[in-house]
C-alpha cells in the first residue's frame, strides 16, 4: 500500500484568501484523487489529476475555484481559491493501489477552515 | 439521480456480537462496490472489495455481500471488538476512470 502525507494538516484561513494542500506519495503513480469532506458529511470528489495533463473536475467544482498542479507521479497540490465559509472541509488525497487493484488509499486529510 | 444510502444512526452492538451494515444504492451500476474504515481525523482505510458477479467475499472477521439484484451490499463484522468502533463508508465505483461514489458512512460503536 502507498504512505500519503498531506500539509498542512490543518489551517485556519480568512475569508477571500487563498491556501494550498500538499500531498506527497512514497511511490510513483498514474492517477491521484482530490476529495472533500464537510463536516458530518461523507467524501464528495473534487477531480482526478494525472501527470502530464490538466486534471478532471466532478460537477459543481471548476478549475478557478480548485486549481490543481501535478508536476510529476508523486506529488500533487489542491489550491483552494478565494475562500468563504463555506468551503470549510477536511480536504483529502487519494491514490490507486498497486497495478490492477481498485482500492484507493488516503492522506491523513487537511482541516481547513474558514473565518 | 445516484444514491448511495448507508444507516445515518450510529449501529451500537455488545462486544462479541456480529455487526451487520447495510449499503443501499439507486440509478447506479457498479462493477465494483468497496468498503473502507474511517477513524476520526484520519483519512479513510479500505477493508474489502468486491465485484458486480461476486456474491461474497470475506477478510478474517470480515464478510461482504453484493446482491446486484436488490441493489444492496451487506457489511458483517463478527466477533466484534471495541476497537471495531469507527465509521465505515461503503463506495462505488462503475468501472471507468477509477472514479468512486462514496455513502454516507455508518457509524459503528462497540461496546464491552
Known amino acids: 500500500s502507498a504512505v500519503i502525507s498531506q500539509k498542512p494538516s490543518r489551517d485556519i484561513c480568512q475569508r477571500g484568501t487563498s491556501l494550498t494542500i500538499q500531498c506527497q506519495v512514497d511511490s510513483q503513480v498514474t492517477m491521484m484523487f482530490w476529495y472533500r469532506q464537510q463536516p458530518g458529511q461523507s467524501l464528495t470528489l473534487i477531480a482526478t489529476?494525472?501527470?502530464?495533463?490538466?486534471?478532471?473536475?466532478e460537477s459543481g467544482f471548476v478549475i478557478d475555484k480548485f486549481p490543481i498542479s501535478r508536476p510529476n507521479l508523486t506529488f500533487s497540490t489542491l489550491t483552494v481559491s478565494n475562500m468563504s465559509p463555506e468551503d470549510s472541509s477536511i480536504y483529502l488525497c487519494s491514490v490507486e493501489g498497486p497495478g490492477k487493484a481498485r482500492e484507493q488509499y488516503f492522506g491523513p486529510g487537511t482541516r481547513l477552515t474558514v473565518t | 439521480s445516484q444514491k448511495i444510502e448507508q444507516n445515518s444512526e450510529a449501529l451500537n452492538i455488545q462486544e462479541g456480537k456480529t455487526a451487520t451494515l447495510t449499503c443501499n444504492y439507486t440509478n447506479y451500476s457498479p462493477a465494483y462496490l468497496q468498503w473502507y474504515r474511517q477513524d476520526p481525523g484520519r483519512g479513510p482505510v479500505f477493508l474489502l472489495l468486491?465485484?458486480?458477479?461476486?456474491k461474497e467475499k470475506r477478510k478474517e472477521r470480515l464478510k461482504v455481500t453484493f446482491d446486484t439484484t436488490l441493489k444492496q451490499s451487506l457489511f458483517h463484522i463478527t466477533a466484534s471488538q471495541p476497537a471495531d468502533s469507527a465509521t465505515y463508508l461503503c463506495a462505488l465505483e462503475s468501472g471507468t476512470a477509477s472514479k468512486l461514489t462514496f455513502g454516507t458512512g455508518t457509524r459503528l460503536q462497540v461496546t464491552l
Open positions: 489529476a494525472n501527470q502530464g495533463s490538466e486534471a478532471t473536475y
Open positions: 468486491i465485484r458486480e458477479n461476486e
